[in-house]
């Protein structure tokens, strides 16, 4: 909690597992499941009414939506929501396309385990000595230590850049060395090291940026045409491509993304030349093949996408629980990973039990989809039977006096122009902030000025006191906003998680 910024919790969900029901029925349970949601996130003592998906997508201005379960290894649910652009009428269905975002990295981290195991490159070895038309430039911060494959998938090389805002179409846009180097027309700074790799965890994607020239270089193959040859073709992954932009042939599959007020993202979507990180055009059913087709390798059955020792790698968790390319949680029989993403417009959030074969998938075409991912999740989970499937509950302070309103007002005005107010952040968050800016500004300036600033509750979390407020734009839906942990006078988080 302490240090970070973001714009997504997803609480932590356990429950006793309900009988197993047969496949002809396991669809009419999700749509039943879909049918009743409610707050993943609840105040003991007051009363909830359960929503449709439906409802809670015109709530958060969510027009499109596709959802995929999968369950003793199959897919048992495919389904579109919604439409692909606010107010109009092409329905979403499950072979619309979307952005994966941050999702594309775990694909990409398979393609780099696969090289690993046709020995052209190593997990271990300096990416240096690899790169031939560009390389990590020398830090002090380094201390001597060289950047490793290992450490890009992850995230412990201490390299800079969090994420990527991507570029509208009639933009121009950069070369992947120019990313890399943070030259215009590039609009993120240069991916440096500026702590020792392998000493801590931070989000990078950044480090998948150098991914994607390290493979591109060994194969000696363009990134999406390497892509669709180790992974997506092998993984039946018929629909996706990394191709950047989309192919003009290719548009009509798309979902138009979307600001959290609904409107429509300029130009339909923005296009990423970090494909790695943030390139692959896909669907859930298409993603759910590839963690199945993962869940094989892992359970050592057939030929699988990899060997089964490199899967196993994989899903093993390291520094931050995180495995190499994707985060790992639970454990025994509840082993999971999973991987969110949210590129401008869109946002996708993926979980898998490789032991069980059981699983899920959503995606949807606005900056507020997020704000779905907790209560599918709990409803899903429900019904078939997975832990960690209970709302989180939490207890109000009693002396709830909204003590922190100027501050979170200073905080988002400041991040809407793009500076982080290092007066009242601590030194964690200010971090964070300052690696985040480039994706959070573009979405606060587009929610417009703040109109009002409203105190909900004060509560207690991880031990630290957190105050909610129910902030109101001039061009945006109004959300929920947790301020919290303050230390010295500087506050130490931040996060919102819609309305």
Known sequence: ????????????????????????????????????????????????????????????????????????????????????????????????????????????????????????????????????????????????????????????????????????????????????????????????????????????????????????????????????????????????????????????????????????????????????????WTTPSDLARWALALTASFNGRGAGMLRHDTAVAMLTPGIGNWGLGVSVGGEGKWLKFEHGGANEGYRANLVAFPRTGDGMVVMTNSDSGDTLFGPIMMAVGRALGWPGSEPRKIQPLADAAGQYSDALRTMLTQAAAGTCPADIMGEGLLKACREQIANMAPALKAAGPIQSITFVMAEQLNGERFETYKVSFAAGPPSNWHIGALHDNKFDAVFSNGQ
């Open 1 to 280: 909690m302490r240090g970070t910024i973001s714009l997504l919790l997803v609480a932590g969900l356990s429950f006793a597992r309900p009988a197993h029901a047969g496949p002809a029925a396991e669809g009419q349970q999700i749509d039943k499941a879909l049918s009743a949601m409610l707050p993943a996130t609840q105040v003991e003592g007051r009363s909830y009414t359960a929503k449709s998906l439906s409802e809670m997508m015109r709530q958060e201005n969510v027009p499109g939506a596709s959802i995929v379960v999968f369950h003793n290894g199959r897919i048992i649910y495919a389904k579109g929501f919604g439409v692909v652009e606010a107010r109009k009428t092409q329905a979403v269905t499950p072979e619309t396309l979307f952005q994966a975002a941050s999702i594309s990295k775990p694909v990409t981290a398979t393609a780099a385990l696969k090289l690993v195991e046709q020995d052209r490159i190593a997990l271990d070895q300096p990416v240096n000595d690899r790169l031939r038309s560009w390389h990590i430039p020398d830090s002090s911060a380094a201390e001597g230590q060289a950047v490793t494959l290992r450490q890009l998938l992850t995230h412990t090389a201490g390299l800079t850049v969090h994420g990527f805002p991507g570029y509208a179409t009639d933009a121009p846009r950069p070369s992947l060395l120019q990313v890399l180097d943070g030259v215009p027309p590039a609009n993120t700074p240069a991916v440096r090291v500026d702590q020792r790799p392998g000493s801590a965890w931070r989000y990078s994607g950044g480090g998948f940026t150098i991914v994607q020239l390290l493979l591109s270089e060994t194969a000696g193959e363009a990134f999406p045409a390497l892509m669709q040859r180790l992974v997506l073709g092998p993984a039946g992954m018929r629909h996706s491509t990394y191709a950047q932009p989309l192919p003009d042939h290719r548009r009509q599959e798309a979902a138009i993304g979307h600001r959290s007020d609904g409107s429509p993202i300029a130009g339909g979507y923005h296009i990423y030349p970090e494909q790695a990180a943030a390139g692959l």
